[in-house]
Nanobody, 115 residues
């Protein structure tokens, strides 16, 4: 089965940048829609970015223009590059992969934006 492991989270100052990684246990990018979600304490999980098998992308309003989703097929790894980070970006960020029948989630990586 597919396993997803996030990494790259941590503490960053406002205005800084961070790149998150999601390593998949198998080659899935041609068959699954990949996405990044985030969830802050007391709030619902929010869609941040999507990358489909045809390489098309979609960005949620919260980080549109400040985030870029990409992937390295050879390494079975997906990335989320985040720039100009704000305190409101503080959340646990989750990697997601799904098709019409299966959905997989990573355990999440904490991102904290603070001075």
């Amino acid at each position: 089965q597919v396993q997803l492991v996030e990494s790259g989270g941590g503490l960053v100052q406002p205005g800084g940048s961070l790149r998150l990684s999601c390593a998949a246990s198998t080659r899935i990018f041609r068959f699954y829609t990949m996405a990044w979600y985030r969830q802050a304490p007391g709030k619902e999980r929010e869609l941040v970015a999507v990358k489909r098998p045809d390489e098309s992308t979609y960005y949620g309003d919260s980080m549109k223009g400040r985030a870029t989703i990409s992937r390295d097929n050879a390494k079975n790894t997906m990335f989320l590059q985040m720039n100009n980070l704000k305190p409101d970006d503080t959340a646990v960020y989750y990697c997601n992969a799904q098709n019409t029948l299966q959905t997989y989630w990573g355990q999440g990586t904490q991102v904290t934006v603070s001075s």
